[in-house]
């Protein structure tokens, strides 16, 4: 008998689903039936490519519609304003080139960029 695993994201979105006769399972991916068949195969995505599923209490669920597309646009909307923030880092640190040291500034925007890419809100980003 095999194990059915899923990862997920922050959001709880169901990122990928696997049975461990294939893969071995990391300690972050959740054991979602611990006694299935060899081959498990589900489709993650909706037809438009949004994740459809999410894992809450160790069980899959399907998400409604609302969830989908609402999650969605929060993320496009959080992908945006990381975009617009890495671009005003990057001028801010081209203009500081013009007087400071290149090692400094390097290291001052991978440090900026990893904070960005690593808030989960909008004001967050914006008060980096």
Known sequence: MAKYY???????????AFSD??????PTDIC??????RHW??????????????????KIME?????????EIK??????ARDAKIKTVKQEMLERLLTD?????KTEYTNKKQAIDNAVT???????
């Open 6 to 16: 899923v990862t997920i994201d922050k959001e709880k979105n169901v990122t990928r």
């Open 21 to 26: 006769k294939f893969e071995k399972p990391q």
């Open 32 to 37: 979602v039936n611990g006694n299935g068949g």
């Open 41 to 58: 195969h589900i489709n993650i995505f909706t037809d438009d490519g949004y994740y459809k599923y999410k894992c809450e209490s160790n």
């Open 63 to 71: 998400k409604s519609h609302n969830e989908i597309y609402t999650s």
């Open 75 to 80: 993320a496009k909307i959080l992908q945006n």
């Open 101 to 105: 040291d290149i090692s400094t500034v």
């Open 122 to 128: 909008v004001e967050e980003i914006n008060n980096l």
